[in-house]
């Protein structure tokens, strides 16, 4: 019986491969629809996770059409993670399909040997596209803002990746000394 059950499940992703590894892709990671419009509170309840564990959390939408456009031209992967140190300008990529945890606790143990540097040019397009093609939506009082905090994040991502990305996500904000944590939004506002 349980071989019978183990090529059934086999045969029906064979199936779906087929077809498309979409589904087999959306239904294992829970990622749902994409939705353009949002307003700032449908944003907001999905990234409350994040504010519940840091006070530098700042969240950009896309200003426009141009902007989504310019977007899906840029980044291709969802989510992109990155971690600059700003006492000597080092970037890290994090990687939430990996163990992001372990990241995680090497940043906080000051270990960055086995983490993945990334080029500056990397980060600099999304620090460019919040500039120039966003909209701030949410950030905490500036005045709580610690300027002798290292660690600047920024995170691309969308409320389409659903909640188990949304969870393997979330121990970049256990990071220590958080300066800010930028999350730029792929939507506009409805």
Request: net charge positive; with cysteine.
């Amino acid at each position: 019986m349980r071989i019978k059950i183990k090529n059934l499940i086999l045969i029906c992703l064979i199936i779906l491969g087929f077809f498309s590894c979409q589904p087999a892709l959306k239904l294992f990671l829970g990622i749902k629809n994409p939705q353009l419009f949002l307003s700032n509170e449908e944003r907001m309840e999905y990234y409350q996770p994040f504010a519940e564990k840091t006070d530098a959390l700042i969240v950009y939408s896309l200003r426009d059409n141009l902007a989504l456009t310019k977007a899906a031209e840029s980044y291709t992967t969802y989510p992109l993670i990155y971690a600059k140190n700003k006492k000597n300008d080092s970037i890290y990529k994090l990687n939430c399909f990996e163990d992001i945890s372990w990241d995680v606790e090497n940043i906080n143990k000051k270990e960055y040997s086995n983490l993945v540097t990334a080029k500056k040019d990397s980060l600099n397009i999304i620090i460019q596209m919040i500039e120039a093609n966003s909209k701030l939506v949410y950030q905490p009082d500036t005045s709580r803002l610690n300027d002798t905090l290292m660690w600047d994040i920024y995170m691309v991502s969308g409320t389409f990746l659903g909640n188990k990305l949304r969870k393997r996500m979330l121990p970049v904000a256990d990071i220590n000394s958080i300066h800010s944590f930028n999350i730029l939004d792929i939507s506009l506002d409805k």
